[in-house]
């Protein structure tokens, strides 16, 4: 589905454009056109294809998605995959893509599984005519820098779930297999970002430094800014996934100690049993010579020093936090 079409020169805006219109406005060197597509179907995705002269092998990617965050280069046109992240109502990650075309003369970009537009990137390029003279390569930046933009508000949640279930690990009405579920569904979501910042990271860091594409040339310092907001995700990431993994540790250790502390129990409580028994299977074994056993009060006794020596038992496992 075709989203926005429209042409810029010298930082302004030209016209919005029908599809049919873009191969004219492309013949002129002092302008660019931008494009944004959403979930397009084959045929739209050829039509542009043929618009741009773009390189079977990229449309192809384009068209199969689910591709890992990459940049490529196929002359003077560039072809970067992004992933998108966003929450759902539920709280799961819905893993979208962004398939960026880039020439010197035009901007295709196309979403695909993300409910989340750029609307608002267009507004910012267009309410900032002189840094959109700089063309395709600043919209390249700009989409760039705002799918960056929202990594950082999933990470914020993500450090929101961990600070909750920090705080559950020790209530006393939480379940540990409970935790121990949500601690390795919020690894799988970190593994996820992981999986989309990473690849990107290298990918930028192309863009800025050594050998620059020409559409980017002018504008490395904006790449360069990008590039070291997804070093501080990374770093983020891996304060997160230590932090994860001794919350995942300290679970475990919690269910050890609670298994020792029933342990501990039921071995007080056999012994505080066990006493009792030993005297009563004692004096029922029916031999004729046992002390005390023809004395008037020996039931009485016999009963006194059991619970005698229960309590002292009693007494000792409650000092030793057994009981």
Sequence with gaps: MLINCAAYQNGRKLADLAQEEIHDYLQHLDCF???????PSPE??????????????A????RNGHQRPKLEEYDDVLFCVVRTLEHDEQGALIVGELDLFVGPNFVLSIRNGTRKGFQSVRERCEHEPE??????????????????????????RLEDE??????????????????????????????????????????????????????????????????????????????????????????LAMISLDDSSVSKQLAA??????????????????FNNMPGLSARDG???????????DVLMWWRFRKAGWL
């Design 162 to 251: 961990l600070d909750e279930l920090e705080e559950r690990l020790f209530g006393s009405k939480s379940s540990a297999r409970q935790n121990i579920e949500d601690l390795y569904a919020l690894k799988r979501k970190l593994v996820t970002v992981s999986h989309a910042v990473v690849p990107l990271h290298e990918a930028v860091g192309r863009l800025h430094g050594g050998r620059v594409p020409r559409v980017c040339f002018e504008l490395q310092n904006y790449y360069r800014d990008v590039d070291d907001h997804l070093a501080r995700i990374i770093r983020s990431l891996e304060t997160q996934r230590d932090m994860l993994s001794t919350a995942i540790q300290v679970n």
């Design 59 to 62: 449309v192809e990617d384009a």
């Design 131 to 156: 840094l959109l003279q700089h063309g395709a390569g600043f919209v390249f930046y700009a989409l760039i820098d705002a799918a960056v933009d929202r990594y950082f508000a999933i990470m914020h």
């Design 299 to 309: 039931f009485q006794v016999t009963l006194l020093v059991m619970l005698l020596l």
């Design 33 to 39: 056109v931008w494009v944004a597509l959403r979930d």
């Design 44 to 57: 739209d995705l050829d039509a542009m294809a043929r618009q741009f002269d773009l390189h079977e092998l």
């Design 269 to 286: 409580w056999a012994a505080l049993f066990a006493i009792p028994t030993m005297i009563a299977g004692l004096y029922g074994m029916n």
